[in-house]
């Protein structure tokens, strides 16, 4: 297989503003204007693209057991499921630390491999752990799997360089859509085994999806050193302390916190609200997921000929409708109809934030693109955790509550992402 390195070792040029024609000579011009050859992007990155998959499957999992494990039931144990997306966000956190160490001393395949293989592990450990076993069981087990999915995330970073340097809204925006394919995943998985298996039968069947990909890994080429052209880590950290870098960032931290709190916690309203079955209640999941891909999809080709203003304007609307008719409804008809407008109001935030960041930040550091990613996956397990403490005492129609905090923030956020944008001229 092609190693997965960059084919050129020259800071990657500036592209033009998705709206211009972008052409295989312009790119080439630009290329040699800047000292390099022209630069394609790498099968192996490509391979590696497709490991945000596995990352998305890892990182749904939760909300789609939750029901398996019997949360829906009486009485509820809110604070347990909090203290599992915790602990979820405590392991992303802690694999930071030792991500630095491994892709600092091993620049082969190493890495991925590990951080699948201790993934499946742990979800081999989850299955032998489900209930009528202690949660805090369950709580160990999930920090394990948020370590493995930040190694994961780290090391999938390091090895899609050339892609980025080739071309990095699409490579953002292609890694988006694998994720939200991981996600899609894991809800059908266990929605079509739901009354057919046992939940540590379950579990077992999906530790399959991160073996899979570490054999693969383990039988590719796939070169993470650092490419020579790209700057440095002390300037990779001054540019995650601009304050560019600080608006991305919490950006995505609320919208991930969005679009997890309903993705972490919607089987469990339903259920309990709605009075919907639990395979019900995860089909309509499966169906979020989907509209939140299709969506993503469809706002890539509509993004270069609508203003952005007005396209975040309605966005925010559409969102905050569906948020009111999923708090209302009674019936399934309306909880997919709810899902449909809020999937259809979070959609053309990433991909807006995905342009943003390919024209603000045009080369690649590893190291800061996942430290934006990390703060961006915490608020999406913050969000869903401090709902389960907030549930315990309010119930769980507080759902609603933290996606309209965050749709509020995301609106006055973006906004200040442009201005800076103008004022820095970057």
């Not at 943003?356 to 430290?371: D, E, M, N, Q, V």
Request: glycine share 10%.
């Amino acid at each position: 297989m092609a190693p997965c390195r960059p084919v050129s070792e020259a800071p990657a040029p500036v592209l033009p503003h998705p709206r211009t024609s972008v052409t295989i000579d312009s790119v080439t011009s630009a290329a040699t204007t800047a000292g390099a050859n022209p630069r394609f992007p790498s099968p192996a990155g490509g391979r590696a693209l497709a490991g945000f998959l596995l990352s998305g499957f890892l990182l749904a999992l939760l909300g789609a057991i939750l029901p398996a494990w019997g949360y829906h039931r009486d009485p509820p144990d809110f604070v347990a499921v909090g203290n599992y997306f915790l602990s979820l966000a405590l392991g992303i956190v802690s694999a930071a630390v030792l991500a630095r160490r491994l892709l600092a001393r091993f620049r082969s395949v190493f890495p991925l491999v590990f951080s699948c293989s201790l993934a499946c592990m742990s979800l081999a450990y989850l299955a032998m752990v489900s209930p009528p076993a202690s949660a805090w069981w369950r709580v160990a087990g999930l920090f394990v799997l948020g370590i493995g999915a930040g190694l994961l995330n780290m090391a999938l970073f390091q090895a899609i360089s050339g892609n980025y340097q080739f071309d990095a809204t699409g490579t953002v925006i292609r890694g988006g859509i694998w994720y939200g394919l991981g996600c899609l995943t894991a809800t059908l998985l266990v929605a079509g085994t739901f009354y057919a298996y046992t939940v540590p039968v379950i579990l077992a069947v999906m530790a399959a999806v991160p073996a899979v990909f570490a054999v693969v890994y383990a039988r590719s080429s796939c070169d993470l050193r650092p490419p020579p052209g790209q700057p440095g880590l002390r300037q990779a950290l001054k540019d995650f302390r601009s304050p560019g870098a600080i608006l991305f960032a919490l950006v995505l931290f609320f919208q991930f916190g969005n679009e997890w709190s309903i993705a972490g916690w919607l089987p469990l309203f339903l259920i309990r609200r709605v009075g919907l079955s639990p395979k019900a209640a995860l089909m309509i999941l499966a169906i979020y997921w989907f509209f939140l891909l299709a969506g993503r999809l469809a706002a890539v080709a509509v993004l270069p000929h609508v203003r952005h203003g007005r396209l975040l304007l309605g966005s925010v609307a559409c969102a905050m409708f569906g948020c009111l008719i999923l708090y209302s409804t009674q019936s399934g008809f309306g909880a997919a109809s709810g899902v449909f407008f809020v999937g259809a109001g979070f959609v053309s935030i990433y991909p807006l934030v995905a342009e943003a960041i390919g024209r603000r930040f045009p080369y690649y550091h590893p190291g800061f693109f996942s430290g934006i990613f990390s703060v961006a996956v915490l608020g999406g397990l913050l969000a869903p955790a401090t709902l389960g403490y907030i549930a315990q005492a309010w119930g769980v129609g507080v759902l609603i509550g933290i996606p309209l905090f965050g749709i509020s923030m995301v609106m006055m956020l973006l906004p200040l992402i442009w201005l800076e944008s103008k004022v820095t001229g970057r």
